[in-house]
């Protein structure tokens, strides 16, 4: 196992990502044995990424985007390789210590925003604070302030029902930022947004980038690459930008 | 310590307003549905338990001042008052006079139980009759035996020579019936000579002791004993004591040969294990309440989580442990079944009146179940048992499928 690079927020050496098809069906099978062959959906990635850099990955679908986001993420462990984010390797932790690793380091933003539908866009932003055991009213401090820097001061009684795709987005945005992680982690962040309000949530991003946190983004979208300081482009699990 | 307590207590609260989000928007019929589940298991199991209580306790035939009775062997207490005919003690009086004289014993009582036709003023009506030797204090089948003369005058020495009181203490339910109050004369007809006059001494509560509104009378055991031909071995159903002495018990059980002891807390709730089938209605009742509401719960709550998995993969992508997320859905069912459980208590007494009342229709002044305090406690621990044995099951379809595999769908 290669150490991390010294500055890195996150890094990857050599890593591979396989899936078992069929592994439901065949576990019952006497010998154990899967009919269909494993797919790799990631081969031999490595990747280093520092404090403040914004990296892109892009890719066609299927490409192993997705794959590499949840792996960077914490939400899956390499099938071999490894990641480091903030300095541990995912591989030694147990699924407590990489729940534990998400709340405080990572921030995830997804396309379709995620949001509890039945909770206001504060009490959606405090999210975090609540399994990190923060006080009522210091977790409503912090996620008034953080839905003031997206521009949200205004909307935080609203429920996602009453907010528009561009409102729900920097609240996904703003409940990500409101632990301060080390690294935001964005799987396409304006997918379901026109290109007017993608810009403004690029913006945040790269607000985010210049307060020093780390952000990955996959997209299809070009110019929502163009905000990336370093692209990493991906077909069939492999890179090929390199 | 602090930072956990916060956490439990905000994950309760957001517990709290996903049900109430439930309730109101995504699956108001749905949720409503699992209360009811719920509310309907806790009823039934303390309708149920209602019944099985009250067939225990209908044989506490001692009033809460009686300490312990000697009862023929096999005869549990749940089948006294309805023992005519079966093994009875003889020499009743002296034993009765024997344990008396103890230091350690208040008084000691035989009490016969008869079933006999009563009349007043042209209206004749079967009532449970119990023959004591009257002390103060003493209470029969919820009489209190206060208004009859103490002792047992007639018996006198056992010559049965002694001066007839002619007294009866009736219960309410007993006086309502016959339209009898204190100072009537009722005509008592016995099965071994004619009828016998006898003043009614007092009018009393007969609510105690599980015989509700059951017509009762007491008077003395001798002159029931010469109005039922049972003079002659001078016997009688048990003998009641009251003891100040908590290890008399085994002295007790040497009275007679093949008799048993029954304590005083073997009566009212703890009795339903004296009767069998008051054991095996309520435990029938219970386990049926159970597998009605784990069914009801697990099914309509199962339903919820499934449509929920994303919001149990966002949970676990933003961070919440394993753990926090357990509590957060066992929070959820724990609220559903406080509210179903509040709810099941309230239809379990409206079970108890109703079967009382649908009883009440065919044969007047019988209670067949009873509703004591205790039953609230009883339904709100069955509602929580019910959280409990369905939160496996529910936390188990939350990890169906992986945080990654959910939230790319």
């Not at chain 1, 909770?119 to 959606?124: E, K, M, R």
């Amino acid at each position: 196992m290669s150490p991390p690079a010294e500055d890195a927020v996150l890094s990857c050496h050599a890593v591979t990502r396989t899936y078992t098809r069929g592994h439901q069906r065949t576990r019952w099978r006497s010998n154990g044995a899967s009919d269909r062959p494993d797919v790799t959906a990631l081969e031999d990635i490595d990747l280093t990424v520092e404090p403040g850099d914004i990296l892109g990955i892009k890719g066609p679908s299927g490409s192993g985007k997705s794959t590499l986001l949840h792996l960077l993420g914490a939400l899956d462990t390499p099938t071999s390789g490894t990641v480091h984010i903030t300095g541990r390797p995912t591989t030694d932790l147990t699924a407590r210590e990489r729940a534990r690793l998400r709340l405080d380091s990572i921030g995830i933003v997804f396309q379709r925003f995620y949001l509890l539908s039945s909770l206001p866009a504060l009490s959606n932003v405090a999210l975090p604070l609540v399994e990190r055991g923060v006080s009522k009213s210091k977790r409503h401090d912090q996620a008034s302030a953080v839905l003031h820097r997206v521009g949200l001061g205004q909307r935080q009684s609203h429920t996602p029902g009453q907010l528009s795709g561009g409102e729900q987005q920097r609240v996904a945005i703003a409940r990500a930022l409101v632990t301060d992680p080390a690294i935001i982690i964005a799987d396409e962040p304006t997918g379901e947004l026109d290109t007017e309000t993608g810009a403004q949530i690029l913006e945040l991003f790269e607000a985010a980038a210049a307060d020093d946190t780390a952000v990955v983004l996959a997209s299809h979208d070009e110019p929502t690459l163009a905000i990336a300081d370093r692209v990493l482009e991906l077909r069939d699990g492999e890179r090929i930008d390199a | 310590m602090r930072e956990r307590l916060t956490r439990v207590r905000s994950l309760v609260g957001l517990g709290g307003r996903l049900v109430a989000q439930r309730l109101r928007h995504t699956a108001p019929r749905r949720t409503a549905v699992t209360i009811l589940g719920i509310a309907f298991a806790v009823a039934l199991c303390l309708t149920v338990s209602g019944v099985s209580v009250a067939i225990a306790d209908q044989g506490s035939v001692a009033g809460s001042n009686v300490d312990y009775w000697i009862v023929p062997e096999g005869e549990s207490s749940s089948t006294l008052p309805v023992s005519v005919g079966g093994p009875r003690f003889g020499d009743v009086h002296a034993v009765a006079d024997r344990l008396t004289s103890r230091s350690d014993v208040v008084y000691a009582s035989p009490v016969s139980m008869q079933l006999l036709q009563l009349s007043h003023r042209g209206t004749t009506e079967y009532v449970i009759v119990a023959g004591v030797v009257a002390h103060d204090g003493l209470t029969v089948a919820g009489v209190n035996t206060s208004a009859l003369t103490p002792g047992d005058p007639h018996y006198e020495n056992g010559t049965y020579d002694g001066p007839w009181t002619g007294e009866v203490v009736i219960s309410d339910g007993a006086g309502a019936l016959l339209n009898a109050t204190p100072s009537d004369s009722v005509t008592v007809r016995g099965q071994a000579t004619s009828t016998r006059e006898f003043t009614v001494a007092a009018v009393t509560d007969g609510g105690e002791s599980g015989f509700g509104d059951v017509p009762v009378a007491v008077m003395h055991l001798s002159e029931l004993q010469t109005l039922t031909g049972a003079t002659t071995s001078d016997t009688a159903d048990q003998i009641l004591v009251a003891s100040t002495n908590p290890n008399i018990e085994n002295d007790l059980a040497g009275v007679y040969a093949h008799s048993d002891v029954v304590t005083r807390s073997d009566t009212g709730l703890t009795s339903v294990t004296d009767s069998d089938l008051a054991l095996a209605l309520a435990a029938a009742g219970f386990i049926v309440a159970l597998v009605v509401g784990v069914l009801f719960v697990a099914t309509t709550l199962g339903l919820e989580v499934t449509t929920d998995r994303r919001l149990w993969a966002t949970l676990s992508a933003i961070g919440f442990s394993a753990r926090s997320r357990a509590f957060l859905l066992f929070a959820q069912i724990g609220l559903l079944a406080l509210v179903g459980g509040v709810l099941g208590v309230i239809l379990g007494r409206l079970g108890v009146f109703a079967a009382n009342t649908a009883v009440g229709t065919v044969f007047e002044n019988t209670l067949v179940a009873v509703y004591p305090i205790e039953f609230v406690g009883l339904g709100l621990t069955m509602a929580l048992v019910v959280a409990v044995l369905t939160t496996p099951y529910l936390l188990w379809l939350t990890t169906r499928g992986t945080v990654t595999d959910t939230l790319k769908t």
